[in-house]
């Protein structure tokens, strides 16, 4: 029988502004911003369609959070769970060949302020609304006036406040994180980590906030697309080749044993897709319709690396 304990979501990181930590060649998509839109209205209702009711964006994904919100009230489906985060902006304005940091952090309460007034939009259908990539650095999580206003939209619209962290030390952020208490309560009640086959540094911790019935959302399960066989990776191609061989037995491409692999091993409650086409999407959702053995999970389990050298390679990923 088929355990269906994690549901597929869809994420927009890649579907709102032209470049994006692509690692594959797309000379063939045309990068304007109308062409965007329409193909972000056309995932976002295919993938509805195939059965996903979770979407997720950002203040900074260029206009991701614009074409969710239009998606949405324009077709009102009222099964849907939207999330969103605050704390980047996106400065490349559209601009092909940026120069600079596509996107800058600042978890201040004025730039919660700021884009909270654009995510509240997403209401009804917004249930979720995170702090983007969370860091000790960043000060956020200890941060009285920003924790304050969190507590205050939680209660005021009745949506679970979250976070989302990256980065080498993802396990004490969310450790630290889970312990924030504002008002005599638990603040965060949703978190968004990187968890694939390479980095399951996040497992201990992800389940134990499982078992308190906490949400725990999948990002960045293909790696950003470096599970899947690429040139510019050859210290992963034995890692290929078992991808390969599991999911010829099951007759699904590799990026759906990938994600099955996350699935099936840490039991969250979504893991997100962050297909760019109907192809892609497709192909991610037969995850859906397999189960892994014990012995091939366990056949995967073994390529994990460590977070110190997972990080600096995803770091060095290029906008294009
Ligand atoms: N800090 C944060 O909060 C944060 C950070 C990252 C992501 N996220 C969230 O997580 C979502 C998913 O993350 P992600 O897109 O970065 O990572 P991902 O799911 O690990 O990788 C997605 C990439 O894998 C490749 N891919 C997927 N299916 C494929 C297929 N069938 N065949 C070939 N290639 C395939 C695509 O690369 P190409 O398009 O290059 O071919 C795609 O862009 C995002 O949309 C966002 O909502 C949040």
Redesign the pocket.
Same mark, same amino acid.
């Given at each position: 029988m088929k355990s269906h304990v994690t549901r597929i979501g869809l994420?927009?990181?890649?579907l709102g502004r032209p470049e994006y930590i692509?690692?594959?060649e797309?000379a063939d998509v045309d990068k304007a911003e109308k062409s965007y839109r329409l193909r972000a209205m056309d995932l976002l209702e295919f993938g509805y369609l195939r059965g996903i009711r979770d979407f997720?964006?950002?203040a900074s994904y260029g206009k991701g959070e614009q074409f969710l919100k239009e998606w949405y009230q324009d077709t009102r489906y009222p099964d849907v769970r939207l999330s969103s985060?605050w704390g980047y902006t996106y400065k490349a304005n559209w601009e092909i060949g940026y120069n600079g940091p596509h996107e800058v952090k600042e978890h201040s309460l004025s730039k919660l302020q700021e884009q909270w007034s654009g995510a509240k939009e997403l209401l009804p259908g917004l249930k979720i609304y995170q702090i983007?990539?969370a860091t000790f650095e960043s000060g956020v999580l200890e941060n009285k006036e920003v924790l304050d206003e969190l507590l205050r939209i939680k209660k005021t619209f009745g949506i679970q406040i979250g976070l989302?962290v !990256?980065g080498a030390n993802q396990k004490e952020v969310i450790s630290a994180a889970s312990k924030v208490a504002v008002g005599g309560e638990e603040l965060f009640e949703s978190f968004?980590v990187t968890y694939?086959i390479l980095d399951e540094s996040t497992h201990e911790v992800l389940r134990k906030l499982l078992e308190k019935g906490k949400v725990v959302i999948i990002?960045?399960?293909?790696?950003?697309?470096r599970l899947?066989r690429n040139s510019n990776y050859p210290q992963y191609e034995s890692l290929y080749k078992q991808l390969d061989e599991i999911a010829s037995d099951h007759g699904v491409?590799p990026?759906a044993i990938a994600l099955r692999y996350v699935m099936d091993r840490l039991q969250a409650n979504l893991v997100? !897709?962050?297909?760019?086409t109907r192809?892609?999407l497709d192909?991610?959702l037969k995850a859906l319709s397999i189960e892994l053995s014990e012995e091939e999970i366990t056949s995967l389990k073994g390529f994990h690396i460590q977070p110190e050298i997972y990080w600096p390679e995803r770091k060095q990923l290029s906008w294009n």
């Open positions: 994420g927009l990181a890649a692509n690692i594959r797309h997720d964006t950002a985060k983007h990539s989302s !990256s968004q694939n990002k960045e399960a293909l790696a950003n697309g899947l491409g990026d997100l !897709s962050g297909a760019s192809k892609q192909s991610n």
